[in-house]
């Protein structure tokens, strides 16, 4: 804590000064002179002038919405099961669909023997599932995968934020040009993450790679440590 001080000699001629530019204020008649009441933009207040912070990892436990009960039979389109605004566990179905500008809750015991397709603005969070095939989107709002297992690859683009975090992912980790923060957390991955163009600040740390780790054009680049990596740690993740 800076302490501030003051001079004796000109202590009152600082009082003087802040009389003197409130009397202006006043006569003018501006509302905001010298800051106001406090409001206004606060977008760039806290950090020092040093840009957006990250924001941490999502947990299950503490941010997948309280959605109502999905009914015995999923909504179907074409060959997908529909979850539209849906919260459920505990069942095995085929492939698993989330429209656009809808929200998913997969509670655990839940079994999908093909594939997650995430819409745009679509929010998914999943905890303690198994996926047989692919989870795959375009522009997901929110897609928060943990203590899963997926069969094939995590592969998530043009979207926001991702925590992926937990997992035993059989294929590969994609994830290209999202805007929002990234946490690639503690997963088993027998293929490469691979982290491209990226936004919004990414952590990448304690996973096993049997393949490589790969990072480039990630503004800004990717902070983490305590990957173990078979293959080759590249780029922007070389040190990580």
């Known amino acids: 804590m800076m302490t501030e001080f003051h001079t004796p000699a000109f202590s009152n001629r600082g009082a003087l000064a ?14 905001a002179c010298g800051g106001g009441g406090g409001g206004g933009d606060v977008s760039n207040q806290g950090g020092g002038g040093g840009g957006p912070v990250m924001a941490g990892p999502m947990s299950f436990a ?4 309280a959605l109502g009960a999905a009914p015995t039979q999923l909504p179907q389109e074409g060959a ?22 809808a929200r998913c809750v997969l509670e655990a015991g839940v079994r999908i023997d093909g594939n997650v397709e995430l819409g745009n603005r679509s929010e998914f969070y999943a905890s303690g599932v198994t996926i ?20 094939g690859n995590v592969q998530l683009d043009k ?19 999202n805007g929002g923060s990234i946490h690639v957390l503690a997963n088993g991955v027998d293929g490469d ?8 600040g990414a952590a990448v740390s304690d996973n096993r790679v049997d393949g490589n780790l790969q990072c480039k054009e990630n503004i800004p680049a990717p902070e983490g440590s305590g990957n173990v990596v078979q293959g080759n740690k590249e780029d922007q993740c070389a040190g990580l």
């Open 80 to 101: 997908m099961n529909v979850c539209e605004n849906f919260r459920f566990g505990g069942r095995e179905i085929e492939n698993l669909k989330v429209r656009d500008n």
């Open 159 to 177: 979207g926001r934020d991702i925590t992926v975090r937990d997992n035993t992912v059989d294929g590969n980790i994609q994830l290209d040009e």
């Open 193 to 200: 993450i691979q982290l491209f163009d990226n936004r919004g």
């Open 132 to 151: 047989g095939g692919n989870v795959q989107g375009q522009g997901a709002a929110i897609a928060l995968l943990e203590d899963s297992r997926v069969g």
């Open 18 to 31: 802040r009389r003197s530019l409130g009397a202006l204020c006043l006569a003018l008649g501006l509302v």
């Open 62 to 65: 503490g941010s997948a919405p």
